[in-house]
């Protein structure tokens, strides 16, 4: 692994309570890649997400780009350039698409009319509706909402829980297909945990599989698709 | 005729100190999913201290304007101190925190101003020959300058929610707190506002209720339950909700009061009751609340 | 030895701590009858009543989960039966001047708040949370309302209430008429105490009780499971109002007089029991039981540090004797209150039971039954047990997260 990883994890211990749901993780993320940790339910992947970004109390070593994060809020975490798409969009539901845009925008000084600008421009959709509730958009433009809304915090690394949940396989595709252009184009770090095997490790530069809170697995995305075990376990191919 | 615009307005006044008094109740309410029981008494508080300014020679516009600041202060200390730390624990235990607040500052007020009544002078122009003859009838200006705060306040309260950046923080808290952290909103801090402004909100409707129904301890007992039913009717979380539906019972009192003959004022409470099965058997989250949809 | 000690439900190492438990209750009780003043004993007795009503709240709010705020009305309509029937303001053909002998008001106040609580169980099918609450509350000043109606004056005595009846003592109990009046009631309040806690219990460990039990937890899984939710809210609501109704008629007859402005009569009065319920624990046995002692008693010590701060420990050496300062007795029990729901949230027996079974934790015996069906046994000795902790057999002794179920869902 590089030593200067973006995002550097180690002994990554969480729970909720007595019930210990990782058990010491080991993982990293380079500038500009994207990585995938793959697992199935109950495997641990939101509780993953919320450890690196703080909503959850953690014990291990979380450092990102130099600094050391183990111990930070979300607010903290959040302005040191990490930003979260949750599970199931967590868009602000009442409130419209511009206001969740700006919600976003929330830890910002300057030049926020510009950001919006440009990921409207990213997001035409987006535009279209920037007056109406989020609530009342469909699942796949909510998911857009979401990811434009943590870019709107102008991070550096985008964690990204399950962002193919409840998603019809177009949408998706068209999904990661985005997310693949934030790498391209926007020069994004992204950490994605999924449990669409397919797609995901099509797209991922490197991937971890998640066990019930260890990980088994690690190698690169196509290393990954080619692996029997891997193809039996979460893509549903009998060899 | 005369008489009906004149308990009309009177209604609308009334209603107008209620719907300021659910409006407290819903913001704290949108947030947090608690009903603050403790709100009509920091009103009491801050009228009384009212008072006090205004005896010490200050003009009463800028004596409701510091018991407002004490209002907020004391609201969101009450937040902060009592109600986090046992809503972390035990929600359910809330209630009892908020009742022990209502019954301290209620005897607080005891304490520090005695139990005698006193008067509290109006901000508007009050005296007997104070009213302007709309269709006939006499309408106290104190009345309509009610009516006049009424829509002063919802006005900048529109203004802060929709234009501030502070205002869609609390709106964004209200609607998902989780996703609020995710953005870097400071949620505490959030919280701790909205309960401050509920508090600046509720010690402006005592301000306003005590030159005509006269500064006691007991001052906002009766609003509080009246709003309380405001709120519900209009629906918890919405504050459109909570001004139609104190505007409502502003106007309902005033009418079964004036009209109703055999009812008359003691049997306001049975016909709210049957006025709130009505409602809320159509429409269980008030007229306009949204209803939870439960997942199972 | 190795904490906590674990005690099988059933075992004689159980019934002999429970026996322990009530013999120091019963002990405390003689003591009181025997050592204390009139007053002493009548605030004891007004605080058994309390309990009784609280009792009565507890079984449609701590175990069902529908939060009522208008027990008061069903206290005061129960008071009001009483007086009413006593006084024979009503017109009962089989009596001669209609006056009924005051034991049988207890059972009809039973009965009419039965009925009058299965209707006001109708609304709570619709109504969830502060909703309901609110129209309880309602509904109590609207009661109160109708009590002081000047048209039913006939019936209700109007504004000035009904006075001049009495309970007294029968001769069977050796008790001399107005003499041991306070000592008659003592008796009479803890033994209905006694029963009404009993046959409440009783009725958590049937199958009502874990439907109840399932209502309040998820509400829309029971009915899917097979739970009449009409009949459960229904019955439920009457039987609590009744035994509130109860309550309310020893009141009154313990007081001589029932007039509509009594503050046990209205909003103050619902919330009275509301928080004796949750400081004594919701859903708890012992709950209301405590929660009565604790706020009659502690709201008499405040009212006493009120009148004479000088006397008090906490004042004492900053206040001069004689000096009174107003609303200090209020401002202590407010206090005592936010300070209680801060560091017991689970009520005193919640929080009791939860450090003692860290000493003592009482276990249930899986029996080795085929069949699969849960055996009595599994039931907590402390009444139903939740859906998910039967299906998981977490020790029923931990309180419940909160008074109304609502999940609070950590993980995701």
């Keep these: ?239 | 005729m005369s008489l009906f615009l004149e308990r009309f307005v009177n209604g609308l006044a009334d209603g107008s100190i209620y719907a300021l008094l659910a409006l407290a109740l819903v913001v704290v309410f949108r947030s947090t999913g608690q009903l603050n029981f403790a709100q009509g008494e920091i009103g009491t508080m801050g009228a009384f201290f009212v008072s006090t300014l205004t005896l010490s020679g200050l003009p009463v516009w800028l004596s409701i304007g510091c018991a407002m600041v004490l209002g907020f202060f004391v609201s969101a200390g009450v937040e902060r101190i009592v109600v986090r730390p046992i809503e972390h624990r035990n929600p359910g235990a809330v209630i009892v925190a908020l009742i022990g607040v209502f019954l301290a500052v209620n005897q607080i007020v005891a304490m520090i101003w005695g139990v005698d009544a006193r008067s509290l002078p109006s901000v508007f122009p009050d005296d007997a020959d104070d009213f302007v003859t709309i269709g006939g009838a006499p309408i106290r200006i104190a009345r309509l300058g009610i009516i006049g705060v009424l829509i002063v306040v919802l006005f900048l309260l529109w203004l802060m929610f929709n234009k501030t950046k502070v205002g869609l923080a609390m709106r964004a808290v209200a609607n998902n707190q989780e996703s609020s952290n995710l953005v870097g909103i400071r949620v505490g801090s959030i919280l701790v506002v909205g309960w401050g402004l509920a508090g600046a909100i509720g010690v402006l409707a005592a301000a306003m209720l005590a030159p005509s129904a006269g500064l006691t301890g007991t001052l906002m007992l009766g609003p509080f339950l009246l709003a309380s039913v405001a709120a519900v009717l209009g629906g918890l979380d919405s504050p459109v909700g909570a001004v139609v539906g104190g505007l409502i019972i502003g106007l309902t009192e005033a009418f079964i009061v004036g009209y109703v003959d055999f009812l008359g004022a003691d049997m306001l409470f049975p016909v709210m009751l049957v006025i709130l099965l009505l409602v809320l058997l159509l429409r269980p989250a008030g007229l306009f609340g949204t209803e939870r949809v439960e997942r199972v | ?412």
């Design chain 1, 1 to 239: 692994m590089s030593a200067e990883a973006l995002l550097n994890v180690t002994g990554l211990t969480a729970g909720y309570g007595p019930v210990e749901v990782l058990h010491g993780l080991d993982f990293t993320v380079a500038e500009g890649e994207i990585v995938v940790i793959l697992g199935a339910n109950g495997a641990g992947k939101t509780t993953t997400m919320r450890s690196v970004s703080g909503m959850i109390p953690r014990h291990g070593t979380v450092d990102f780009a130099g600094t050391h994060i183990s111990g930070s809020k979300p607010d903290a975490i959040l302005r040191a350039g990490i930003s979260q798409v949750p599970q199931g969009r967590g868009t602000f539901t009442d409130l419209s698409v511009e206001d969740n845009l700006m919600a976003g925008a929330y830890s910002v000084k300057s030049g926020v009319e510009e950001d919006l600008d440009r990921w409207y421009g990213v997001f035409p959709r987006l535009a279209e509706r920037r007056d109406q509730k989020a609530g009342s958009l469909s699942g796949g433009e909510q998911q857009m909402l979401a990811v434009a809304r943590a870019m709107m915090s102008r991070p550096k690394l985008l964690l990204c829980d399950e962002p193919s949940l409840g998603l019809a396989p177009l949408i998706t595709k068209e999904l990661f297909r985005v997310l693949g252009s934030l790498r391209e184009e926007h020069g994004m770090s992204l950490l994605i945990v999924e449990q669409n095997a397919g797609m995901a490790l099509a797209l991922a530069d490197r991937a971890y599989v998640l066990e019930t809170g260890s990980i088994v697995a690690t190698g690169t995305g196509d290393e990954l698709l080619a692996d029997d075990t891997i193809k039996e376990a979460y893509l549903g191919v009998v060899s």
């Design chain 3, 1 to 412: 030895m190795n904490l906590p000690l674990r005690v099988a439900k059933g075992s004689w190492q159980n019934w002999l701590g429970r026996a322990v438990l009530f013999g120091a209750v019963g002990l405390f009780m003689f003591r009181a009858v025997n050592e204390w003043s009139r007053s002493g004993l009548g605030l004891l007795a007004d605080a058994l009543i309390i309990a009784i009503a609280v009792t009565g709240l507890n079984l449609i709010t701590g175990y069902t989960g529908q939060l009522s705020l208008g027990h008061a009305a069903f206290f005061a309509i129960g008071a009001f039966t009483s007086a009413m029937l006593v006084t024979g303001k009503v017109w009962t053909p089989f009596l001669t001047d209609n006056i009924w002998t005051p034991g049988w008001t207890m059972v009809a106040a039973a009965v009419v708040c039965f009925l009058i609580g299965m209707v006001v169980g109708i609304p709570a099918l619709r109504l969830k949370g502060i909703y309901l609450a609110l129209v309880t509350l309602v509904f109590t000043e609207a009661v109160r309302s109708v009590l002081k109606y000047e048209e039913f004056a006939g019936v209700t005595g109007g504004a000035p209430g009904i006075k001049g009846f009495n309970y007294l003592p029968p001769s069977w109990t050796g008790l001399d008429g107005r003499a041991d009046l306070v000592t008659w009631f003592f008796w009479l309040s803890l033994a209905i105490l006694v029963v009404v806690s009993v046959l409440s219990a009783g009725l958590l460990r049937s199958r009502i009780g874990r439907a109840m039990v399932a209502v309040r937890d998820n509400e829309t899984a029971a009915a899917v499971m097979g739970v009449n939710l009409f009949s459960i809210k229904t019955i439920v609501f009457g039987l609590s109002g009744a035994i509130a109704g109860v309550a309310g008629s020893l009141y009154a007859l313990k007081l001589s007089l029932v007039e509509a402005d009594i503050p046990l009569f209205g909003l103050f009065g619902s919330v009275t029991l509301l928080v004796a319920m949750v400081v004594g624990g919701a859903a708890q046995n012992w709950g209301p039981f405590v929660g009565a002692m604790f706020y009659v008693f502690v709201n008499d010590f405040a009212r006493s540090v009120g009148e004479d701060p000088s006397n008090s420990i906490f004042l004492g050496w900053v206040v001069d004797e004689g000096t009174k300062i107003n609303g200090l007795g209020g401002v202590t029990f407010g206090v005592l209150l936010i300070l209680f729901a801060r560091f017991v949230p689970f009520g005193a027996v919640g929080t009791m039971r939860m450090w003692r079974s860290r000493v003592v934790a009482v276990v249930p015996q899986v029996s080795a039954r085929a069949g699969g069906e849960p055996s009595a046994e599994l039931l907590g000795e402390e009444g139903a047990m939740s859906a998910e902790q039967a299906a998981t057999n977490i020790d029923p002794a931990e309180p419940p997260t909160s008074l109304t179920g609502d999940d609070p869902d950590p993980a995701s």
